[in-house]
């Protein structure tokens, strides 16, 4: 018997307001940050406009299956991973969607997987830690919703190699998906000294629908549920997993290319195969496992190349990408409100905008931007990081440089120094009082003579009652810049 995997990506970006450069608005005032950057007109736009031609359609489509089949020996089931972003502007432009994928979830028939809150390329980073705080947002996210707990995880486009199967693993998974490229999709795998199952996508069979299917110059057009079945039934191996984009449904192929009558019919002509039955991804992480995979070139399911080059192939995209990343410490620093906004401006769909190649690959990622060419995407993209750094700058406030505490973690301001001198080993603290390191960096980077006096005045050396010193003499400059003003006068005077 063959284990047949249906699985949806359900994501929709946040687009950035196009004239945010060419207006002249960078380091003007703003009440909101969130309407001064995005688009909201155009993001809520969009969305319902997806909504209407493909959510609401697609899961009526599969709910009506689901309880078609629900008395079946071998019943259909399908497998989603939602955004955290995606639900989100469910919440805001269209509850009803969230309502009708609850109904779904409620069927027992419908698995939720794992990924990261912003569909972000976060699990790039040198440092695991935004990665699996975004997968923990997204954890909550998913039972304050459904009440379910995932197991098995499905990074941003099926970004993979063996550090990110470290980590899901670390984190409690049963299985993750990775691009068919690797092996032979139709077997699960194991990935190398990792007890974790690899799912692989049949790109192949999965691109029969998400691409061909309503190309005329396909040799294969039309393609009808009867036929797309065969295929299926003849396909050889353990399992076979279709991944694809669930706006396939209407969006991208629209709904007069028949491409709901094929959903509709999938799952009679599938059950006509005795060989075949529909499998959640939990059951498939659950089967004897193949062979073993050893991964380090990062893979996805992005383009014809498959790897990350989609958002970081050109000097624009990986200019734009480090230049995000370096603000994540100084973001996280400002408190929730900034770091939420850094964390939005972490979706890969704005990389994704500036891919300058040509050929088909460059057609989707024109198709799908919202700018007019990638040069456009990136002078927004890179404006309003921009802005995002100077507001930063002036909010926290921020130093010239970090100071790097040992272990790599890297500081930018006065409040950030309280929050880590709480958690660092006393040894490396009273290190950096008797050498002058926290004073100087205090002097000559962040520009506050006021914590370098303090610092070099302080009569306690040594142990517990030194850290909670240098923490308060922190904290008291880390409070807004007016306030912060005000006592490094006060100490002047002194």
Known sequence: ???????????????????????????????????????????????????????????????????????????????????GIFLEQCQRTAPDVVKSFQDLVETGFVELLEQTYYHSLCSLYPEGDEFREQVRMHRELIWDLFAVRPTVFENTELLY?????????????????????????????????????????????????????????????P???????????????????????????????????????FLRHLPAEVMKKPNLRFALPAELAALPRS???????????????????????NELQQACYLYHWRLQRPAAEAGAQMQRIWRTLGLSDHLYYMFTRGGGPGM??????????????????????????????????MADHPFRLAGGMEVWSAA????????????????????????????????????????????????ERLRQSVIRIFRGFGKPAKAARKREKRVRLK
């Not at 449904?249 to 290319?257: A, L, N, R």
């Not at 520009?447 to 070099?456: D, F, K, S, V, Y």
């Open 1 to 83: 018997m063959t284990h047949l995997s249906l699985c949806f990506e359900v994501h929709q970006p946040l687009r950035l307001r196009r004239d945010f450069f060419w207006s002249g608005d960078p380091m003007r005032g703003a009440d909101s940050l969130d309407q001064f950057y995005l688009d909201e007109p155009e993001n809520r736009r969009i969305f319902e406009r997806v909504a209407t031609k493909c959510y609401r359609p697609a899961n009526q489509v599969v709910l009506e299956s689901i309880r078609r089949f629900v008395e079946a020996d071998r019943p259909f089931k399908v497998a989603y991973s939602l955004s």
């Open 161 to 221: 190699d063996d550090r990110i199967a470290s980590l899901v693993e670390g984190m409690g998974y049963r299985g993750i998906f990775a691009e068919g490229v690797l092996a032979n999709p139709n077997y699960v795998y194991q990935p190398l000294g990792r007890d974790i199952s690899l799912l692989l996508r049949n790109f192949q069979l999965t691109d029969d629908v998400g691409f061909r299917f309503s190309s005329r110059d396909w040799k294969e057009h």
């Open 223 to 261: 393609l009808t549920a009867d036929k797309y079945a065969s295929w299926l039934g003849g396909t050889p191996g353990q399992v076979i997993n279709l991944f694809m984009d669930y706006e396939t449904f209407g969006e991208h192929q629209w709904e007069d290319t028949g491409i709901f009558e």
């Open 291 to 313: 062979g073993v995979l050893a991964v380090s070139h990062t893979r996805s399911w992005a383009d014809l190349e498959r790897d990350t080059s989609c958002w970081l192939g």
């Open 364 to 397: 989707v990622h024109s198709y799908f931007s919202p700018y007019g060419n990638p040069y456009d995407a990136s002078i927004t993209y890179f404006s309003v990081l921009s802005d995002l750094h100077h507001r930063l700058k002036v909010e926290l406030p």
């Open 416 to 463: 950030g120094m309280a929050q880590a001198l709480a958690k660092i080993d006393l040894d490396a603290l009273e290190d950096y009082m008797e050498k002058q390191d926290l004073a100087r960096w205090a002097g000559t980077s962040l520009h506050q003579p006021g914590i370098e006096a303090e610092l070099n005045g302080l009569s306690i050396r040594k142990g």
